[in-house]
């Protein structure tokens, strides 16, 4: 089976739909008889490489619109792909205008296309003005672009039922949930050396964000709880809003007990999640379409603190059985949910047992990649 997904970027771009790409891909690629190739647009020069298994063409951009990369060269791809009988399956990964107006041109065209499957990720949210204008014309592209492939993935049955767009195609939506690799969360006696010496040099009890710092993660939201919350804060990632939240703790009389840590290697995360008591991720739109960071948190056995969006992120952290699930927004809830954990070390252990047995059943990259090479067979065999 040959694979081609059709994405905006692709890492070192840090993003979350840019880390399953490549959990999956590179998963897909280990199979026998499974080749995969990605196509994205390039943040530097473009060119092919080769990712272990994963053979990325990075096309050239030729500008942004409401900060989406746009190509012509995709489609040009694409339908170099078409011609040579290239690939099987194309996988498009929703939002990603350039990829969806690629595959509808050829569409106009009636020219051939393989198997397509679009991995829904999010809906469209539009924030910007740039983004509103362009809201009702993307909209209609969105509509006709799910009209026209096989079939759609999304995450969970929470993006299936509350998405604007994909009710309406219900039929051909498949709930596949995201998973992760746990080895690199794995816990051995030298990550718990590090975690403990963590722990002595922030003090405790700890409470974990990790994630980019912009408006709709609501990291402001978990800086105003913090006085209600004993312990200290540990803040993973950097983004615009860190002088702000930065000057937030001071004004609240926190900064002491809040620290900015910067993005972190995999090794140094692991260290933090092993030393956190308790994860928040306070996300107040959604934008955060599913979280993955909670299954991350979850492979280290931490219970995560979560809001209740319309989207995957409480069905990856469980209200009550792997963690607590808040209103968007609301810092006395939040402040609540955290001094709970942090202050019942009984209940919180039980969480993040939970939430590590719940993950190696249910979220694990093994088992999202058997669904969705499934979903290609079977729309294979309908050909």
């Known amino acids: 089976m040959r694979v081609l997904h059709v994405n905006k970027r692709y890492p070192p771009h840090v993003g979350g739909i840019e880390r399953h790409l490549r959990e999956l891909a590179q998963a897909q690629a280990r199979l026998p008889g499974v080749t995969v190739d990605v196509v994205v647009v390039a943040e530097g020069p473009p060119g092919i490489d080769q990712d272990g298994p994963v053979r990325v063409r990075r096309v050239a951009e030729w500008g942004t619109v409401a900060s989406n990369p746009v190509s012509l060269d995709v489609a040009r791809v694409l339908a170099a792909s078409a011609a040579d009988r290239e690939h099987d399956v194309w996988h498009f990964h929703y939002p990603f205008p350039t990829g969806e107006l690629s595959l509808l041109w050829r569409r106009v065209l009636g020219r051939p296309c393989p198997v397509t499957v679009c991995g829904y990720h999010s809906d469209f949210v539009s924030q910007s003005s740039a983004k509103r204008a362009l809201s009702a014309p993307y909209s209609l592209a969105t509509r006709t672009f799910l009209d026209t492939v096989d079939a759609v993935i999304a995450a969970s049955p929470q993006l299936a039922q509350h998405s604007r767009f994909l009710p309406r195609v219900s039929s051909k939506v498949h709930v596949i949930p995201y998973g992760i690799d746990p080895a690199p969360f794995r816990s051995t006696p030298e990550v718990e050396e590090a975690a403990r010496g963590l722990r002595e040099r922030y003090g405790s009890p700890v409470t974990l964000f990790v994630g980019r710092l912009v408006p709709y993660k609501g990291v402001e939201v978990l800086v105003?709880?913090?006085?209600?919350?004993?312990?200290?804060?540990?803040?993973?990632?950097?983004?615009?809003?860190?002088?702000?939240?930065?000057?937030?703790?001071?004004?609240?009389?926190?900064?002491?007990?809040?620290?900015?840590?910067?993005?972190?290697?995999?090794?140094?995360?692991?260290?933090?999640?092993?030393?956190?008591?308790?994860?928040?991720?306070?996300?107040?739109?959604?934008?955060?379409?599913?979280?993955?960071?909670?299954?991350?948190?979850?492979?280290?056995?931490?219970?995560?603190?979560?809001?209740?969006?319309?989207?995957?992120?409480?069905?990856?952290?469980?209200?009550?059985?792997?963690?607590?699930?808040?209103?968007?927004?609301?810092?006395?809830?939040?402040?609540?949910?955290?001094?709970?954990?942090?202050?019942?070390?009984?209940?919180?252990?039980?969480?993040?047992?939970?939430?590590?047995?719940?993950?190696?059943?249910?979220?694990?990259?093994?088992?999202?990649?058997?669904?969705?090479?499934?979903?290609?067979?079977?729309?294979?065999?309908?050909?």
């Open 224 to 383: 105003r709880a913090l006085p209600y919350v004993p312990g200290v804060l540990v803040v993973v990632g950097d983004g615009p809003l860190r002088r702000s939240l930065q000057a937030l703790a001071h004004s609240l009389g926190v900064a002491e007990r809040t620290h900015f840590v910067g993005p972190l290697g995999q090794e140094e995360l692991n260290h933090h999640f092993h030393a956190a008591d308790v994860m928040a991720l306070p996300s107040i739109t959604p934008n955060e379409a599913f979280g993955l960071v909670q299954l991350e948190a979850h492979a280290c056995g931490v219970p995560v603190v979560s809001t209740d969006l319309p989207t995957g992120v409480p069905f990856a952290n469980q209200h009550g059985e792997t963690g607590l699930v808040v209103a968007p927004g609301d810092v006395a809830e939040l402040a609540a949910a955290l001094g709970l954990l942090l202050e019942d070390e009984g209940l919180r252990c039980e969480m993040g047992e939970r939430a590590r047995a719940r993950l190696l059943a249910r979220f694990t990259v093994e088992r999202m990649t058997d669904q969705v090479l499934g979903l290609y067979r079977e729309l294979l065999e309908r050909r």
